[in-house]
């Protein structure tokens, strides 16, 4: 059973892995572009009244700017995982374990959360005494 939890979590890790790759890639928005510019040059929007002739160009905005959003997600989480990853492996006595931390599973970084709550309290404990 837990190996089966185990195959089924990496496998919707890729999932998503996959999805939010997709989702930010250029050519994804470019495409989406395309698809909105089709539908706005519909002569069945012409035909529409205004109130439903602006809800359809908000709705378009709003599924353009999903890609926009996620184009930069991927940009801004990528140079901060970069960023943290140097200061680990610059700082000898760091632990090596939490580079790369962006590719582990969700129970791994659970794992590593807890380790390092309990490294917490023993620091606190020896500040205490």
Known sequence: MIDLRRQTERAFEKLTGAATAILGNSL???I???VVIFWLC??????????DSIRDVILGITFLSLFIIQKTFNRFSASLHLKVNEL??????????VINTEGKTEHELTELSKEYAEVVVVI???EHT
């Open 32 to 34: 989406a572009l395309s």
């Open 42 to 51: 519909n002569k069945e929007f012409y035909s529409l009244n205004l109130h």
């Open 124 to 126: 606190e404990e020896e």
């Open 28 to 30: 994804t928005f470019i």
């Open 88 to 97: 680990v492996s610059s700082h000898e006595p760091a632990s090596n374990t």
